[in-house]
């Protein structure tokens, strides 16, 4: 098999079980069986949860696969962009609140309240200004249980901030479209017109690259235990990253420690 194309062909069979639940082919069936496995198995007295960015490219397919197969009272699902006419119709689902805005914002998150499990899938590394390590901090107090899948560094030991690196190495890393990457490094400090940020913490690019030791260091600290991992393969054709699922939990026997400063 051409290795190069390997990838793909992973993640459109990984998108069949998601078309025939009616789903379309960026529904990823490993994010599926993830979801099952913490309902039926770590956390099966869960009634709550949120999913963090959940729309882009799926239109909230996990927050709709939890309502269907898991006997929650209350989905939250929140994304800053909604495809045309996607919010309004997900506002009719029985059991799920939509809110639109960055769920990094404390504004949003006083709305969101307390939630048994958060949803962090693939979101973690887009997040800066507050960077990934201070976003799980946050939620770390609103959740028991955080799910995670990202895409994780696997050609270092430390996680890096992939927007601080020279455009040339932040293009061979991510092999991003070079277009938008280039504008956002040319208006670095210039105000984004929507998100009132720094573009050059656009969260709509890469921004970290973020190892395992680093994930799990965090978790440990905000006082969470590992109760599940698996590695899902290779990301795309990127050769510095894979896609790595996690499930933790609130550990009784530990205090909560917030993280303050990135890594």
Not at 60 to 74: C, F, G, K, V
Not at 188 to 205: G, M, Q, R, S, V
Request: net charge neutral; aromatic share 12%; with cysteine.
């Amino acid at each position: 098999m051409n290795f190069a194309i390997a990838p793909r062909l992973r993640r459109i069979s990984h998108g069949v079980r998601g078309l025939f639940l009616g789903y379309n082919i960026f529904v990823d069936s490993d994010k599926l069986l993830l979801l099952d496995r913490v309902y039926q198995s770590e956390y099966p007295s869960a009634k709550s949860f949120v999913d963090l960015g959940g729309v882009w490219k799926v239109n909230a397919a996990y927050s709709l696969y939890t309502l269907r197969r898991h006997p929650l009272d209350q989905g939250i699902l929140v994304d800053t962009d909604y495809p045309s006419g996607l919010q309004e119709r997900l506002s009719h689902t029985p059991h799920l609140h939509v809110i639109r805005g960055d769920f990094t914002s404390e504004h949003i998150m006083k709305s969101i309240g307390s939630v048994d499990v958060a949803y962090f899938f693939d979101v973690l590394l887009h997040q800066a200004n507050p960077a990934w390590d201070q976003v799980l901090a946050r939620y770390s107090s609103l959740a028991s249980c955080i799910v995670i899948y990202n895409q994780q560094y696997v050609r270092g030991k430390t996680s890096v901030r992939l927007t601080h690196l020279p455009l040339g190495e932040y293009l061979a890393i991510t092999h991003a479209r070079e277009e938008i990457c280039r504008f956002v490094y040319a208006h670095a400090n210039e105000l984004h017109p929507t998100y009132k940020k720094p573009w050059i913490d656009f969260h709509n690019i890469f921004q970290w690259a973020i190892t395992d030791e680093d994930l799990r260091a965090v978790m440990v600290k905000l006082g969470f235990r590992e109760v599940y991992y698996q590695n899902c393969g290779p990301f795309l054709n990127l050769p510095a990253f894979e896609n790595h699922e996690f499930i933790y939990l609130r550990d009784q026997r530990q205090s909560s420690v917030q993280v303050g400063k990135p890594i």
